[in-house]
């Protein structure tokens, strides 16, 4: 037989008659025991008529109905409808599910009765914020005096009464450490409904797993303190890391160790911490500085593995220092490496130029040669390694590099190879230029600037012109002068510097304070050579030598040439 067609055994549901009693009810927001009492706080009888009646009247509730001075609770009215219904159960049934009727219904469902006996059309609930309340009964202010004059109902009394406060209040001193009588005000405050604040969590936090295994909530957004040594060049060399870094260490390569040997925690879980991270880092970094005493931070970002590229601004300071300016600005020397003492070091100078990058580079500076490595030991660290590093950080004069910031032995233009081999280095260090002597650099600097200009704004490099800017180099031109752009220290240069260079020195320099004291070293200018420059212009030409001397250096020298 169709499905339409089959017989339908489901009985219909009792109907009953909505001709019933209206009524109105009272949400009390108080466990009410005694009924006559719960009424007595609302107004009374009569106070619920009137607002049944009248729907713009509210009920108040009043805990202390005998004080005239409390605020009141008001109710807000709802008439939407709902039916009462009387339920009967076997005796003892819903005392049997602790007063649960649902669950007494849920048992009983063949054996109970429903009955509708009414309609609720009216429904006054205390949902508001209560006011804040002050008790009076203890003011002698208003139990002796404000009472009676506010039941007397006599306005020309409350006058009188009102005067003489004010005279009184003149004449009267107020100790500063004594309470004020004063009766309550009216309304303390403005809204009686709650504020919904919508409470959301930090963004920037999130939880952790800690090396015990707890859950610890934390702030992403707050850097934490990184104990990075800067040097001025004339400080002592650091040949090690601050107390702080070494015990730090030693504490969490001793975590590592009780984790590994703990048979409950996974190796997974242990190599993905930051402890783990960070040691292992550091014993690759360790291999890179043993192989090359001086980097800079691109260099070190390409080969150090992803996975671990946010814990390396922590690792370095195990390993290197940095100096604030000088011919080694911007690098990383490995503890114990005094770039000033051999001129060995010539090689690990940086030049860093002020020239506007082609906005359509591409993001090579920001890869990682390795993608994941799980532990330093697992790799070999030697020349072939370090060779890897692409063309694209490195100036060769025919490809445009990713980066602003060159050491002086990775520099592969073939004009600047030849000016480097064909100059001794300075028997000593020079402050500013290192182990070159200022006429080479400005030539060097003359190349680049003007290569990186042609390459960066896809134009040909014009020889006789890059000849003539060469041959115009002078070294009164170089030492003080520098819009040429390059190193160290001039902020004056156009465009833009290498900026994430800058950037993460400077995130570095803001959480250190350095525990070398600058060294007694005599850097005396020479005076006879400031004069030479000097007697070569006017001083009545004063727009010549700007630029040529710095305001520290006049006040270095004697007070006869200072005064010029």
């Given at each position: ?77 709802a008439t939407n409808e709902n039916l009462l219904v009387k339920i009967k159960l076997p005796k003892g049934e819903l005392n049997k599910y602790n007063n649960d009727i649902s669950k007494a219904i849920m048992n009983n469902k063949n054996n109970f009765e429903l009955e509708p006996v009414g309609l609720v059309n009216k ?284 050491q002086i032995g990775d520099i592969r233009d073939p004009l600047i190879k030849k000016i480097l081999q064909n100059v001794e280095p300075n028997t000593k260090v020079d402050v500013n230029n290192g182990w070159l002597d200022s006429i080479t650099l400005g030539k060097i600097r003359t190349i680049i600037r003007y290569k ?113």
């Amino acid at each position: 037989m169709p499905k339409q067609h089959q017989k339908d055994n489901r009985k219909l549901a009792k109907t009953y008659s909505l001709d019933i009693p209206h009524y109105s009810s009272v949400e009390f927001p108080l466990n009410v025991v005694n009924n006559d009492k719960a009424v007595e706080l609302i107004g009374g009888k009569s106070k619920i008529n009137k607002s049944i009646v009248e729907d713009n009247i509210p009920l108040e509730l009043r805990l202390r109905p005998d004080d005239a001075y409390q605020h009141p609770i008001n109710s807000s009215l709802a008439t939407n409808e709902n039916l009462l219904v009387k339920i009967k159960l076997p005796k003892g049934e819903l005392n049997k599910y602790n007063n649960d009727i649902s669950k007494a219904i849920m048992n009983n469902k063949n054996n109970f009765e429903l009955e509708p006996v009414g309609l609720v059309n009216k429904n006054f609930k205390f949902r508001g914020i209560a006011d804040f309340q002050i008790y009076t009964k203890s003011s002698e202010f208003i139990s002796n005096d404000l009472n009676k004059i506010l039941s007397s109902y006599d306005f020309h009394d409350v006058v009188d009464f009102t005067d003489s406060l004010v005279t009184e209040g003149k004449n009267k001193k107020i100790d500063a450490k004594s309470n004020l009588d004063l009766p309550p005000l009216p309304v303390y405050a403005k809204v009686n409904v709650p504020f919904h604040y919508n409470y959301n969590s930090n963004k920037s936090s999130s939880t952790v797993m800690q090396e015990n295994g707890r859950i610890k909530l934390i702030n992403k957004k707050v850097p934490s303190k990184i104990y990075s040594i800067f040097v001025n060049i004339d400080d002592p060399t650091p040949t090690s890391p601050i107390p702080n870094l070494v015990s730090q260490l030693r504490e969490m390569e001793k975590i590592v160790k009780d984790q590994f040997e703990n048979p409950t925690i996974k190796n997974f879980y242990i190599k993905n911490t930051f402890n783990y991270q960070l040691i292992e880092c550091i014993k690759f970094v360790r291999k890179l500085f043993d192989i090359k005493p001086i980097w800079i931070r691109k260099h070190l970002n390409y080969l150090i593995p992803e996975n671990w590229r946010n814990v390396t601004k922590y690792a370095l300071p195990h390993v290197s220092y940095s100096m604030k300016k000088g011919p080694w600005r911007q690098t990383y020397i490995k503890y114990g490496v005094d770039p000033k003492s051999n001129s060995m070091y010539l090689s690990y100078q940086t030049e860093n130029f002020r020239v506007q990058k082609d906005s359509n580079d591409n993001n090579i500076e920001s890869k990682s040669m390795i993608a994941y490595l799980e532990s330093a030991d697992d790799i070999e660290v030697n020349e072939s390694f370090l060779s890897k590093i692409p063309d694209e950080y490195f100036f060769d004069g025919q490809i445009s590099p990713v980066m602003m910031t060159f050491q002086i032995g990775d520099i592969r233009d073939p004009l600047i190879k030849k000016i480097l081999q064909n100059v001794e280095p300075n028997t000593k260090v020079d402050v500013n230029n290192g182990w070159l002597d200022s006429i080479t650099l400005g030539k060097i600097r003359t190349i680049i600037r003007y290569k990186l200009l042609q390459l960066n704004s896809n134009r040909p490099i014009d020889q006789s012109k890059l000849t003539s800017l060469i041959d115009n180099v002078k070294a009164e031109e170089v030492d003080n002068n520098e819009s040429i752009e390059a190193n160290n220290n001039n902020d004056d240069a156009d465009g833009n510097v290498d900026e994430e260079e800058e950037a993460e020195e400077d995130d570095q320099q803001e959480e250190f304070t350095s525990p070398f004291k600058k060294a007694d070293v005599d850097n005396k200018l020479d005076e006879d050579d400031i004069l030479n420059r000097l007697s070569k212009y006017h001083a009545a030409d004063i727009s010549n030598i700007v630029g040529l001397l710095k305001q520290e250096d006049l006040m270095d020298i004697n007070a006869g040439v200072s005064t010029i």
